[in-house]
């Protein structure tokens, strides 16, 4: 079935450097969806990529969705005590009957 | 608006008990999925209610049900019981519209703990 491969699974940073995640897609997605979960919270969502190619920026955050529609990722610039948290991508295949493929996550840990 | 509403927060059952757990999504929005998520672990994928319909549904035993009312309402419940079925539940509500879904909105989730 289809999946959605995230990684790497935990990122270690000290505060002020850079943070990516990346998720590959084994099919073409219609969409991609990117989501916050704070330690002991819930996720929230962040945003949704549709187009191929497409690149969408809120403050430090920079989303990506691949040409093929296949792969994304989630940038962070200079990281704050306040991103810590996991990550997660979910894409929406286009014969997934609207069901959300999600992957596991990537944890931002910032060193001490 | 009002969020995603998940009642109870916390619940401890025995082994073999059955638990009902109740989600109210935002006013609206017809989807509503359930997810289990264990410690460390992603989100794993319960089910899906669309219009009072089961529209997805994950790799779950048979004691894990649930259902959505008229008012979009859901309910999921698990019979029987086990240790490894503590977790924290998680349900989310969405707007959708055609293929299109406009984002997943979580509730706090329940905590259930089974001893």
């Known amino acids: 079935g289809q999946q959605v491969m995230q990684i790497p699974q935990y990122q270690h940073v000290q505060e002020g450097e850079d943070f990516t995640t990346y998720c590959n897609s084994s099919t073409t997605l219609s969409n991609i969806q990117w989501y916050k979960q704070r330690p002991g919270g819930h996720p929230v969502f962040l945003i949704q990529l549709v187009k191929s190619g497409e690149v969408k920026k809120q403050k430090r955050l920079t989303f990506q969705f691949g040409e093929a529609k296949k792969n994304s990722s989630l940038h962070i610039t200079a990281t704050q005590t306040t991103d810590v948290g996991t990550y997660f991508c979910a894409g929406l295949g286009r014969d997934s009957n609207y069901q959300l493929i999600w992957g596991a996550g990537t944890k931002l840990i910032i060193k001490p | 608006k009002a969020g995603v509403t998940q009642t109870p927060r916390y619940l401890i059952k025995t082994r073999g008990q059955q638990v009902t757990l109740s989600c109210s999504p935002i006013s609206g929005h017809r989807s509503v999925s359930w997810y289990q998520q264990t410690p460390g672990q992603g989100l794993q994928f319960l089910f899906e209610?669309?219009?009072?319909?089961?529209?997805n549904k994950g790799n779950f035993p048979g004691r894990f049900s649930g259902r959505q009312f008229s008012n979009s309402r859901s309910e999921m419940n698990v019979s029987t019981l086990e240790l490894g079925d503590s977790a924290l539940y998680l349900c989310?509500?969405?707007?959708?519209?055609?293929?299109?879904?406009?984002?997943?909105?979580f509730g706090s989730g329940t905590r259930l703990t089974v001893v």
């Open positions: 989310a509500s969405s707007l959708v519209a055609g293929t299109t879904n406009y984002g997943y909105t």
């Open positions: 209610y669309f219009s009072e319909t089961q529209r």
